[in-house]
């Protein structure tokens, strides 16, 4: 029988194996931007319904590099915010500064909000 510190482990594990794909994405990608004279690489992201997709990416990448970015963006803020695509959703906005090789997310996620009464035999 698998136990709780067994499956713990195990997600971090994984957690930690995905993370370290992610760094050497991001150094790979970093190296790219920087030759391609990219200073600041913005994109907006969105999800709702179980999908989602990159959105308003920065121009002036070739086609292979910027999918390759996009592709990065969903992983990154999917790595911070796990199944935010599902239900009613969730945004964001995705800053790289090349140069100080810092990153701001601004995320957002959305949900409905209900107030509900019951009275009954009044």
Do not use: C
């Amino acid at each position: 029988m698998t136990s709780v510190a067994d499956i713990e482990a195990s997600m971090a594990a994984a957690k930690a194996e995905a993370d370290a794909r992610m760094n050497d994405e991001r150094a790979s990608l970093l190296g790219r931007l920087r030759k391609a004279g990219l200073s600041v690489v913005e994109a907006q992201y969105n999800g709702y319904g179980d999908s989602g997709d990159v959105e308003d990416i920065t121009s002036g990448m070739d086609g292979d590099l910027e999918k390759a970015v996009s592709e990065f963006v969903w992983d990154f803020a999917y790595s911070r915010h796990p199944g935010f695509e599902n239900n009613m959703g969730g945004q964001g906005v995705f800053t790289w500064d090349i140069d100080a090789d810092s990153i701001v997310l601004d995320h957002g996620d959305n949900y409905i909000e209900t107030e509900q009464t019951f009275e009954e035999g009044l």
